[in-house]
């Protein structure tokens, strides 16, 4: 017999109560003084045993009653559990295949016999007494990624098979039952339609939640046995199949939290009926734990974790191997996720200065210098190559080595220059355009034409052209376009210091629209100020005046230092590097440039040929199962890493708590469906029945006792 | 011998004016009765008829008798001599026996103890028949037969009766039967005899009672029986767990009184009844009167059954 709520049963201790209550109440008498003592004395004698009798009684009675309650209250149960010996006797007769699932959760070590085991041990233990106790053929079918029947149907061949259950492992995949059960329904088509026949199904709780498939009405009668792994009471259950998961693991830059700065966010699920306390978690990078915390969690509850931590510099540009880590419980596979980091390299900015000046303030460049210097940037670093430049041309050299190239208030662009940055901006290149007082209008025009988000016009003095210098207004940013990436820094550009800026000149643009070009920010004077392009591949940002302090005090505002930041990486198009993260078993497909073949190296060192996808071009390579659970590289033919990737767990099968009373009843009852017959009885309406009984008995008891005492007795 | 509660001397609850009120009262009530129901009692007859006022019956007439008594009527009418009889009214002798053994000195929930309350009917009864002109006299037994005040008549007597009721003491160890029966030797012959008792020695063992009235009625006394108990007697109230202790050094006795409330309300019951039917076959009128009863209301369930005869 057990027990749904074994701890109401403490409730027997109720028990105790009607005899404690009895002696608590044997007070000392009180003296009466009484005449017809004599009467009394008759009377006594005549009645004294039995009252004593029926107070014994009422005090068993009532002892009873409570312990009825307490049994009922804590619903026990008699369960005739499948045991090996059951099953095997009811099919022992037929042809019977057993279906063992390597799923990563059956690696789950439970408390077994001796010491500690995994439901995979006690799966394997079920599966070798059904084979002792077998009388017809027996066939094996495992699944873990897939299903798999590694001989065939069933044959009497028991040493093969006896060996082959002592080499299963469990494999990182989550397992899916309805194959194996399917696969084995494949085995048993061979079979004569009039034998019994029988499909063992050992899997982990989970997976027996799962809805099997009927079997085909061709088979004749299969009868489809799920054994439970896990045996005792519910609590037991529960609490023998807790199981704590990382689920899943995200990992990006946080330069907003200081240089090489990286955030983690983890999600954490508590698959278990007990409260998670500060279950310590923690990150490490190339085997060093760089950050420790807890989580909390309500049973049940799937909950996220923020941590964020520092990656030392000099690493940039090589992929390094990070882990989140739960403290390990029963299960440990899905206790910690991979993931890669790549520090991003330095951002190259080649500035074209029209305007270089030997005093350093007054240099075109000197406040963007100081906005992109390293001592304010985060994550990314830039590098600022300067040219004075006058627009003829630019070394193709310069070019290669640069990701954005600014024209910094340069007078008269060429043509060739013109046709030099259309085609690097196309490949992908960022460019920034900052006419001033030196550019000339018509050259720009002409030159840059393709990348001019809007043809230049004259440049216009803020306010009433007629006023004094000291009465002019400025004009001033005042509209954004919000959400534009530009803007990506500033929650609400109203309250940065942007507006605050006082332009005092700045560039008229045609107002004609010109197609992939945005406005993201524009004067109060109606001037568009900041506009972008897309051109090819790449970008063009137009400004509305120079980078100095000639036309506006823009770059004296502290925010220009984020704006400037995030327009350079804005024009490298340089997406922060999001990890690559495949599901183990799974396809994958990955852009790669450069020629093939290439090759995917596995965590354990094993390689495996990517193949080139059809229809995708020759960039895109594919990997038709991930394998290996960890950090992966795609290795080109020299070995060099061409991108790094991580195979990650099915996390669907870290909760195991299937065994919750609800979900055995349906799976018992699906169980019943599929013919078996799984003799489950609930005791407690029982001992509610004999609650009742006894209640009535009391009852009785003390109308017979108030009868005898001639006036309603008191309880 | 075992402790008893300590009783108080008995203290009647009412002046001995207000008894003679109540007295009075009862007189006044049985003279009522009388006019009403024609002369069957009030003044007493006795078993011997002769002259009176009052007509007994016609007999024949035997030579011998004194021809004063022929009904000269009756031989006009039917030819034959008759006699007139007449009944012979003689002054009544009225015994109040009261029972002064420790049980009466019970308190429980009436408003006086059972000996106060009987000689509280017995003192307002005796002033009732003192007032009709009867003779009154009191005994009183305890162990024994305690005291004997012989009956007068005369409105004197009332105070005597009282003097005599005040004096007397509890006295444990009553054998009721053998001093009552040793009281009927003593008193003159054809006397009222009303006792006032609890009864609860007097018919121990059912015998006693009949035996009673066997002597009593040999002397020629009429004998009235009233049983008096007390309210927690007769309800037997109690709740808790209590040790009941008796009034004639009996062993004390400790019980749940809801367990026993039943099994004793019929033995009380039984005795009750039993001396009720013993009293019925001796020609004993019986009463049971309750003390927590106003007198008045006793005096009249007295007046409306009946007591002397």
Redesign the interface.
Do not use: D, M, S, Y
């Given at each position: 017999m057990s027990f749904l709520a074994p701890a109401l049963l403490l409730g027997l201790l109720a028990t105790l109560l009607p005899p404690l209550i009895h002696l608590l109440n044997?007070?000392e008498?009180?003296?009466?003084?009484?005449?017809?003592?004599?009467?009394?004395?008759?009377?006594?004698l005549?009645?004294?045993r039995r009252?004593r009798l029926?107070?014994l009684l009422l005090i068993a009675l009532r002892a009873l009653l409570l312990a009825a309650l307490a049994l009922a209250m804590a619903r026990p149960y008699w369960e005739s559990r499948v045991e090996g010996a059951a099953p095997a006797r009811v099919g022992a007769e037929g042809a019977q295949v057993l279906v063992v699932d390597l799923g990563y959760a059956m690696g789950l070590r439970v408390r077994g016999g001796e010491g500690e085991e995994t439901l995979l041990d006690r799966a394997r233990a079920h599966a070798l007494r059904a084979l002792d106790e077998a009388r017809g053929p027996v066939g094996l079918v495992t699944f873990g990624e897939k299903a798999d029947a590694p001989f065939g149907e069933p044959s009497g061949d028991r040493s093969t098979l006896r060996e082959a259950l002592l080499r299963l492992s469990p494999t990182p995949a989550a397992g899916e039952p309805a194959e194996g059960v399917w696969a084995a329904f494949g085995l048993l088509r061979a079979r004569p339609a009039a034998e019994p026949k029988r499909v063992l199904l050992l899997t982990s709780p989970r997976a027996a939640r799962a809805a099997l498939p009927p079997p085909p009405p061709e088979l004749g009668a299969v009868e489809v046995v799920a054994v439970d792994l896990v045996e005792g009471s519910a609590a037991e259950v529960g609490r023998a199949l807790g199981n704590r998961a990382l689920l899943q693991a995200r990992v990006w830059p946080a330069p907003q939290l200081g240089a090489g700065q990286w955030a983690v966010e983890a999600e954490v699920g508590n698959f278990s009926d007990e409260r998670l306390d500060l279950w310590p978690i923690s990150v490490e990078v190339e085997g060093r734990t760089l950050v420790r915390g807890f989580v909390s969690l309500a049973p049940g509850e799937v909950g996220l974790k923020r941590m964020s931590f520092k990656v030392e510099e000099g690493a940039a540009g090589t992929g390094l191997r990070g882990r989140v880590r739960l403290a390990p419980d029963a299960l440990p596979i899905d206790d910690a996720r991979p993931f890669w980091i790549s520090p991003a390299p330095p951002t190259r900015l080649l500035a074209l200065n029209g305007d270089p000046r030997p005093v350093p303030h007054e240099d075109e460049l000197f406040y963007l210098r100081r906005a992109l210097a390293p001592e304010v940037t985060g994550e990314g670093r830039f590098e600022v190559r300067a040219e004075p430049s006058e627009g003829l041309a630019v070394s193709p050299e310069a070019l290669a080595a640069a990701d954005v190239v600014l024209l910094a208030n340069v007078p008269r662009p060429s043509r060739a220059l013109g046709a030099d940055l259309l085609r690097f901006v196309e490949a992908g290149g960022g460019l920034w355009l900052a006419p001033g007082a030196r550019a000339e209008a018509s050259r720009w025009n002409e030159a840059l034409a393709p990348l001019l988000a809007r043809p230049l016009r004259e440049a216009r003095r803020a306010g009433d052209a007629a006023a004094s210098v000291r009465d002019r207004a400025a004009a001033r940013l005042t509209q954004f376009e919000r959400g534009h990436p530009l803007l990506a820094p500033f929650p609400d550009p109203l309250r940065s210091t942007l507006p605050q800026a006082r332009v005092l000149t700045y560039q008229l643009f045609d107002p004609a629209p010109t197609p992939k070009t945005a406005v993201v920010a524009t004067l109060d004077e109606g001037s568009p100020f900041l506009l972008t392009r897309e051109v090819g591949a790449g970008r063009a940002l137009l400004m509305g005046g120079p980078l100095d302090r000639e036309w506006s005090d823009l770059v004296i505002r502290p925010d220009f230092v984020p704006l400037a930041q995030h327009c350079a990486r804005f024009l490298t198009r340089r997406a922060p590097e999001r990890g690559v993260e495949v599901t183990v078993g799974r396809p994958l497909l990955l852009d790669l440039s450069g020629e093939g073949p290439f090759y995917d190296l596995s965590p354990e060192g094993e390689r495996a040929p990517l193949t080139p996808a059809e229809g995708e071009g020759a960039r895109r390579w594919a990997l038709a199962a991930a394998r290996g659970l960890g950090h992966h590289q795609a290795l080109d033919a020299g070995g060099a890493a061409a991108a790094r990737f991580v195979v990650t767990l099915d996390a669907r099968a870290s909760d195991l708590r299937a065994a919750a009373p609800e979900a055995a009843r349906a799976r018992g009852a699906a169980a019943r469906r599929e013919g078996r017959a799984e003799a489950r009885r609930d005791l407690w309406p029982l001992a509610l029945f004999g609650l009742f009984v006894l209640l009535a008995l009391e009852a009785l008891t003390l109308s017979r006792?108030a009868?005898?005492?001639?006036?309603p007795?008191?309880r | 011998m075992n402790a008893r509660p300590p009783l108080p001397p008995l203290r009647l609850g009412a002046a001995p004016q207000e008894l003679q009120r109540v007295g009075a009262a009862l007189g006044a009530r049985l003279a009522l009765r009388q006019r009403v129901e024609g002369p069957l009692s009030g003044t007493h007859a006795s078993p011997r008829q002769g002259a009176s006022l009052h007509f007994a019956q016609h007999r024949d007439y035997v030579p011998g008798d004194d021809p004063r008594h022929l009904d000269w009527r009756a031989y006009a009418k039917n030819d034959r001599y008759v006699v007139r009889q007449y009944q012979q009214e003689t002054n009544l002798r009225a015994f109040m026996v009261l029972d002064r053994s420790c049980s009466m000195g019970y308190l429980g929930g009436g408003r006086v103890s059972k000996g106060a309350f009987a000689a509280e009917v017995a003192l307002a009864l005796s002033w009732a028949l003192l007032l009709q002109g009867e003779a009154v006299g009191l005994a009183t037994f305890g162990g024994g037969l305690a005291r004997l005040l012989p009956a007068a008549s005369g409105r004197e007597q009332f105070w005597r009766l009282l003097a005599a009721v005040e004096e007397s003491a509890w006295e444990p160890d009553t054998d009721a039967a053998a001093a009552l029966g040793a009281l009927a030797e003593r008193l003159p012959p054809r006397s009222a005899v009303c006792v006032l008792t609890d009864a609860l020695e007097l018919d121990a063992r059912g015998e006693g009672l009949t035996a009673l009235a066997r002597r009593m009625r040999a002397q020629g006394h009429s004998l009235s029986l009233l049983h008096v108990l007390d309210p927690h007697e007769a309800r037997f109230p109690f709740e808790d767990l209590s040790r009941f202790e008796g009034f004639e050094g009996e062993e004390p006795l400790t019980l749940d009184p809801a367990t026993a409330r039943a099994a004793y309300l019929e033995e009380l019951a039984a005795l009750c009844d039993g001396l009720a039917r013993r009293a019925r076959e001796g020609g004993v009128r019986y009463l049971r009167l309750l003390s927590d009863e106003p007198t008045e209301a006793a005096l009249a369930r007295l007046a409306a059954g009946g007591v002397t005869s």
């Open positions: 044997r007070r008498p009180r003296p009466v003084p009484f005449a017809a003592l004599e009467l009394l004395r008759r009377a006594h005549r009645t004294a009252a029926r107070q006792g009868r005898a005492a001639g006036a007795a008191r | -």
